[in-house]
């Protein structure tokens, strides 16, 4: 059996069982509100709200427009300042304020997964399933030392402990269908009682190739699936013993590469010790172990009809993460928190490959042996400080000494490489005296960042990239949030300076002095009880200082509007997203995201939705997205396209088009 029929086939087998739940969902269509239905929850349309100064959090399980999506990168394009790299349907590699890889600290229930691709195809948000976990966070710039030193922002894509003050069975569910067979269904069972609780969720997705405006298919289908088992003890109010387990499989064509992934498996074991309220002193005690592996391959002939003519016809890479943290959190006084910790991380990379010779002689790539690149050990420590000044203003600071050790062992001798890194922050906020509920806030941070694999691996034949310098990044950020009445608002603007930037080509890395300003702001208005507008912009700019240029990959202005109407039982909205071209560029140059090919046009799209609550339990919702059928792409994108999966025809001088007109319907259901 050929791996194209596998796929195929494994492809009629999950549309069978997506058919069944799908079925499951509309059954209970008339199930009665639970006894503890709790507030509605918000529509997200243009973006979640900051409640906090650079934190905004939304909840994974909320309806969305435009179409939900089916990776961590799709929830992340919603939020101000975020652009995301499209290389096909799912796994976009997601960029904050004009900065993403190992920049942006991207962690699953606290705990660190990384890809294993040299190209970036399986970037961390490719393994997060968003139906499985219950809530995702964003730190904006260096605002905090608990979860690691991160120059830009740090993501939190965590599961919550389920809570029970009986014994008793919950569940949700929800299925949606769109255009090119867009297929999705989550489900998830809890039971528990007082002592503990067992958690099972299951998720799947698949899609064959969309089409953009111009009704051209591109090579893009895809289908993906995940399981997660949760087991914990709660002996009491204040303890908690959780063991979780996680395993995921997909497969995905590229059309924004020269290879398809043809196999992203994950699997993920954690065990978490949580213990509150032990003293006056002793707030909290916290331990958590870790295991993170995944396995990614990718070809020229699983899901191409073409006969490779690249010197590689496939490559397999995978990445073993291994670690733990310690944290203890020390209430001196009732004004004063205080977070104390040390976490510690191992990272190994291995990688073989098959040549087109091999293939064509039928030489297997299993039978090839995998070879250990370069590997990292991390040690950190950290503190971190929160004191309530008064009534009304606050400070928060922290500090973080980190000590990473990188190895490349396919070179005799081995190559080693020693760092000891310094990050640390602090941040002040007033709720402004005035009559106005305004929260005012400013942040001045410090990070410290070694290169990470992909630049240490971008020129082999030497150590040039491998010993590259450590980047030094100062930012300011400044804000203020209101809230009142029938309005809500937030605005925050940063500078940053960075010291030996990395700069990436596609075979070459080099260090500069970069900087980078910007912001992004949002306001909302309820102008009728049903009825509100919300707006939203972000912009940033970025110079690269040492050549006299743009800094290479930084996004265009980027602003949405939307109308929205929600009397508690129907809801819509319409939404218009228009960006501004990006005519400030450095061809040839980026990130290990990619690199800049060209100037980019503007553009606007509008989408329409629509929804209606059955009750507390069943939720339908529905829409239309890119309504005029607009083609366009996004500036940072993966580069290269494939028109439909019969064309032999790659070209790296284009963007990968966002898809057409799409229609999609939605159901959920609690029981």
């Not at 699936?225 to 109010?237: E, F, L, N």
């Not at 497969?251 to 590469?257: N, R, T, Y």
């Not at 906020?429 to 990070?447: C, I, K, Q």
């Amino acid at each position: 059996m050929t791996e194209r029929t596998q796929y195929w086939g494994r492809r009629r087998a999950l549309r069978a069982s997506s058919a069944l739940l799908t079925l499951v969902l509309i059954l209970p269509a008339g199930a009665r509100a639970a006894d503890d239905a709790t507030t509605l929850p918000e529509v997200v349309v243009t973006a979640p709200a900051m409640e906090q100064p650079m934190v905004i959090e939304t909840d994974t399980d909320n309806p969305r427009t435009p179409i939900p999506p089916a990776d961590g990168a799709g929830y992340l394009k919603n939020i101000p300042g975020f652009s995301v790299a499209r290389q096909g349907a799912i796994d976009g590699d997601p960029v904050l304020r004009g900065i993403g890889g190992s920049r942006l600290n991207i962690l699953l229930d606290e705990t660190p997964v990384l890809g294993g691709c040299p190209n970036r195809m399986d970037p961390p948000t490719a393994y997060i399933f968003p139906g499985s976990f219950d809530k995702l966070t964003v730190l904006k710039g260096p605002q905090s030392v608990v979860h690691g030193g991160s120059a830009m922002g740090t993501i939190l894509v965590e599961r919550t402990p389920p809570k029970f003050d009986k014994t008793e069975i919950r569940g949700t569910a929800n299925a949606l269908y769109g255009s090119n067979d867009r297929n999705d269904e989550v489900i998830e069972a809890v039971a528990g009682a007082k002592e503990g609780y067992l958690r099972a969720i299951g998720t799947h997705s698949s899609s064959d190739d969309y089409k953009d405006g111009n009704g051209n298919a591109l090579h893009s289908r895809y289908w993906r699936h995940s399981g997660t088992a949760m087991v914990g003890w709660t002996p009491d109010t204040d303890t908690l013993l959780q063991f979780s387990f996680d395993k995921s499989q997909a497969q995905a064509a590229m059309p924004g590469k020269m290879m398809d992934g043809t196999q992203f498996d994950r699997e993920g074991v954690n065990l978490e010790f949580t213990k509150t309220n032990i003293s006056p002193l002793l707030a909290k005690l916290k331990f958590l172990a870790y295991h993170n592996y995944v396995d990614h391959v990718m070809d020229t002939y699983s899901m191409r009809y073409t006969t490779t003519t690249m010197m590689t016809a496939a490559s397999q890479v995978d990445h073993l993460m291994q670690g733990g943290k310690a944290l203890v959190e020390l209430t001196p006084d009732t004004q004063t928190l205080v977070s104390l910790g040390v976490d510690y991380n191992r990272d190994e990379h291995t990688a073989r490959s098959q040549s087109a010779a091999e293939y064509r002689n039928g030489v297997g790539l299993d039978s090839k042996m995998r070879v250990k690149d370069i590997g990292f050990d991390t040690y950190s420590g950290f503190g971190e400080v929160s004191r309530e000044l008064s009534a009304v203003d606050r400070v928060i600071g922290g500090y973080r000494l980190t000590h990473v050790q990188a190895t490349r062992h396919n070179v005799q001798p081995n190559l080693t490489d020693d760092r000891t890194l310094h990050s640390g922050f602090v941040r002040y906020e007033r709720n402004v005296d005035v009559g106005l509920p305004l929260t005012t806030f400013a942040s001045l941070g410090h990070v410290e960042r070694a290169p990470d694999y992909w630049e240490r691996n971008k020129v082999t034949a030497s150590d040039r990239t491998f010993k590259l310098a450590t980047e030094k990044t100062e930012q300011l950020d400044i804000g203020a949030l209101f809230k009142r009445g029938n309005w809500r608002s937030s605005a925050s603007l940063f500078y940053a300076y960075t010291d030996d930037f990395i700069l990436v080509a596609s075979a070459d890395a080099k260090s500069i002095e970069a900087r980078r300003w910007g912001g992004e702001g949002d306001i909302a208005y309820k102008f009728l009880p049903s009825w509100s507008v919300e707006a939203n912009a972000a912009y940033v700019h970025g110079n690269n200082l040492t050549d006299g240029t743009a800094l290479a990959q930084t996004p265009p202005l980027d602003t949405s509007l939307a109308v929205k109407y929600d009397d508690g039982e129907f809801m819509g909205a319409f939404h218009m997203r228009a960006v501004a071209g990006q005519h400030r560029t450095q061809a040839g140059w980026g990130s290990i995201i990619g690199q800049d090919i060209g100037e980019t046009g503007g553009f606007a799209v509008f989408s329409l939705n629509g929804g209606w609550r059955v009750n507390d339990a069943v939720t339908f919702t529905g829409g239309v997205d890119n309504i005029f059928d607009k083609t366009y792409a996004e500036h940072i994108s993966k580069t290269g396209a494939w028109s439909g999966a019969d064309l032999a025809a790659y070209n790296d001088t284009v963007r990968v088009n966002e898809p057409g007109r799409t229609f999609w319907m939605r159901g959920s259901v609690k029981f």
